[in-house]
């Protein structure tokens, strides 16, 4: 499989709380072949977005979806049941940016950490859901997760599937950026180094798709990201001038499209 | 006669959490358990609810881990996902359902709740409801890194001061929310739920397996709500109804059978254990039911089980065949077995006896029990002036007929 070019955005638009502005700026994102939809900012958050995310995932079909995910209110098991049924219900397109602003040094690392522990303990072959024997899962593939971190300390196992792509796409944002050992994707600044296993570099929908485009096969970036700011005008720029750089995959979850499949399973 | 106009009009709501009302319910031959991960099951049961004019699809939750005393049940489908991610999914493919979410006071801080619910209501285009629980399930705690569950007197003391404190941020909000707040729905059944809800709630859920019952219930909640300068008919009372129909009496006792014929002793067993948080994989189901062991070993209150055990066990009742009669009737709901005909009937009788304002349907087994409720008793409530044909507007409040925030309050 070629590498592939990927197409991010991000939006703190309050209007993402209204249904009809929702859905009309999601299907122009999805139409434009952007792949990442990031719903909220380090600095601006006007909604929930693991809702907005949990609405989205009905109202698109292919695009993928990541909620930002303030540690300062949020907590591990509830966030692992969110994103898990968001990613069973969008049958593995969702992703989450974790976010640190307005938390303790650490916290958000630990609530990645047990977030990510939770879903851990349930192996992707739990459920057997067979009629005829009446055995509905395999109990010893359910295990407690007796996470024990500086902030959060949470036994599990959780009360929810583990999510189709194992774990959900793990989104860092430069600007706010929590220090983890093995992020997908960080959207990273000019000269900004974060370990991800892609990085997307912030631009603007004026900059020059030509620069854009050598610097993506000269292996310096895996794509690009923009921050909307008037999202129609700017979504339907990005396609204009960007569009030509996405080349059409193949693929179940996200992770598949992108070629960014756990070990697991490979 | 009665007319369209003056017929107490009957609220249906769905309860749809799982995979049906009955245990063994995943084992129906037309069930289809693997279903509930995806978005196609919930567009058609969110599409079904409003076919069938529903008020609102619910979510029940919970927050502790599965499984008695630490062990994961193998027998009992259990997939819990988030409800309101189903909900606000749901929403996305609906136009007018009402969806209510059910959410924990004691485990979320007021501000993770407003932002929640909020968000919730504007995404729905108003058509929110938060039923209020403070968690009961002692392995709760563990999970957010507490030793032991709040007592139930503090756990409601703190659900009053929440729902104060999210109330206060929803009318500071920036971004207006469509109903102001989400409607408010409770489930207490102690004194002090029963308290709560008659000064908080909008709509209360409960369980009523007699239509005396019912009368009882709602009775009692009306003059609660009525003492605390409340009008008890801005309040809906939805007892849950369980249901299985078929085209004559004697078939749906016979498919009752069949389905209550699926829960084979283990799951019997695993059902009880799961509801009495307790391990009795290691008990003989042949043996008298183990009282000792049981109240030594439930992580619920102690003298919450005695009150159901002590009883039987007093008689010398095998603990297999306890178990296999608690299945039978699940929860202490009513459970109705005839023809579409005869649940209509039934369900404008209780309403016109005042034990109820409607129902909160909980389909024996999904999704087929309910695709039959809505294709054959809606009608009939429908020709009968006791169902609307039509969403009289956009918002859970409009279709509740709640009137605006505050019309409760006598004058």
Redesign the interface.
């Known amino acids: 499989m070629s590498r592939a070019f990927f197409l991010s955005v991000s939006t703190d638009d309050p209007r993402l709380n209204d249904p009809l502005w929702a859905r009309s700026v999601l299907s122009a994102a999805e139409q434009a072949r952007i792949d990442l939809f990031v719903m909220g900012r380090p600095d601006a958050r006007p909604f929930d977005a693991q809702v907005i995310m949990g609405w989205a995932a009905a109202a698109t079909r292919r695009i993928g979806i990541v909620a930002a995910v303030p540690a300062a209110t949020s907590h591990p098991f509830h966030v692992a049941r969110a994103l898990s049924a968001v990613d069973h219900l969008s049958d593995g397109r969702s992703g989450w940016l974790p976010l640190c602003g307005g938390a303790p040094d650490g916290m958000a690392e630990d609530m990645v950490e047990a977030v990510c522990g939770l879903w851990d303990g349930w192996s992707a072959d739990t459920l057997i859901i067979d009629k005829a024997s009446g055995r509905y899962l395999d109990a010893s593939k359910v295990r407690p997760t007796n996470h024990e971190g500086p902030f959060f300390k949470v036994a599990g196992p959780v009360n929810a599937m583990r999510p189709p792509q194992g774990h959900i796409l793990l989104v860092i944002d430069g600007a706010d950026p929590v220090s983890v050992a093995e992020a997908d994707i960080a959207l990273v600044t000019e000269g900004q180094e974060i370990a991800a296993r892609c990085r997307l570099l912030k631009t603007r929908v004026d900059s020059d798709p030509g620069a854009i485009a050598d610097r993506f096969g000269w292996g310096e970036i895996d794509g690009a990201h923009f921050e909307l700011n008037d999202a129609m005008a700017d979504i339907a720029r990005i396609a204009e001038r960007f569009g030509h750089l996405v080349e059409p995959r193949e693929g179940k979850t996200l992770r598949d499209r992108l070629g960014l499949a756990l070990e697991e399973f490979a | 006669m009665m007319t369209e106009q003056s017929a107490p009009q009957i609220h249906l709501w769905a309860f749809l959490q799982g995979i049906g009302h009955y245990p063994s319910g995943?084992?129906h031959?037309q069930?289809t358990?693997?279903d509930v991960?995806?978005?196609d099951y919930?567009?058609r049961v969110g599409q079904l609810a409003e076919r069938g004019r529903f008020d609102a699809i619910v979510f029940g939750d919970?927050?502790?881990?599965?499984?008695a005393g630490?062990?994961?049940?193998?027998?009992?489908?259990?997939?819990?996902?988030?409800p309101?991610?189903?909900?606000?999914?749901?929403?996305?493919?609906t136009e007018h359902v009402g969806l209510v979410a059910t959410i924990s006071t004691t485990?979320?801080?007021p501000?993770?709740l407003a932002?929640?619910l909020?968000?919730?209501d504007?995404?729905?285009?108003g058509r929110a409801g938060w039923n209020i629980v403070t968690s009961a399930y002692a392995?709760t705690a563990?999970?957010?890194?507490e030793e032991q569950m709040p007592e139930k007197s503090a756990r409601y003391a703190n659900a009053v001061s929440t729902v104060a404190e999210a109330t206060r941020l929803w009318q500071q909000a920036?971004?207006p929310i469509p109903q102001g707040r989400p409607v408010f729905i409770q489930a207490g059944q102690s004194g002090e739920g029963r308290d709560f809800a008659a000064r908080t709630a909008e709509a209360i859920f409960c369980p009523a397996a007699t239509i005396e019952d019912g009368i009882a219930f709602r009775t009692d909640l009306r003059e609660r709500i009525a003492a605390v300068g409340r009008n008890p008919d801005a309040v809906r009372i939805m007892p849950g109804l369980s249901f299985i129909l078929a085209p004559t009496e004697q078939e749906a006792l016979a498919k009752d059978a069949a389905l209550l014929d699926?829960a084979?002793l283990?799951?019997c067993i695993e059902y009880l254990a799961e509801s009495l948080t307790v391990d009795l994989s290691g008990q003989d189901p042949s043996a008298p039911i183990p009282l000792d062991y049981i109240l030594d070993n439930t992580l619920a209150p102690r003298e919450d089980i005695a009150r159901v055990l002590t009883l039987p066990a007093s008689k010398g009742i095998s603990l297999g065949d306890f178990a296999t009669a608690y299945v039978r009737t699940p929860r202490g709901h009513n459970v109705f077995r005839g023809t579409p005909e005869q649940m209509a009937d039934m369900m404008i009788r209780w309403v016109d006896a005042g034990a109820c304002d409607g129902f909160t349907l909980q389909p024996a087994w999904m999704p087929g029990e309910l695709e039959l409720f809505v294709d054959q008793v809606v009608p009939i409530l429908q020709e009968k002036g006791r169902l609307r044909r039509d969403y009289p507007g956009k918002t859970l409040r409009d279709t509740l007929g709640l009137g605006p925030l505050g019309a409760d309050l006598a004058a």
Do not use: C, K
């Open positions: 995943w084992r031959p069930a358990p693997a991960f995806t978005m919930y567009r919970q927050l502790h881990s599965r499984g630490g062990r994961t049940s193998e027998r009992l489908a259990m997939p819990t996902l988030d309101v991610t189903l909900l606000v999914a749901m929403a996305a493919v485990y979320n801080s501000q993770m932002e929640r909020a968000t919730m504007r995404i729905t285009g392995t563990g999970n957010f890194g920036e971004v699926l084979d283990d799951l």
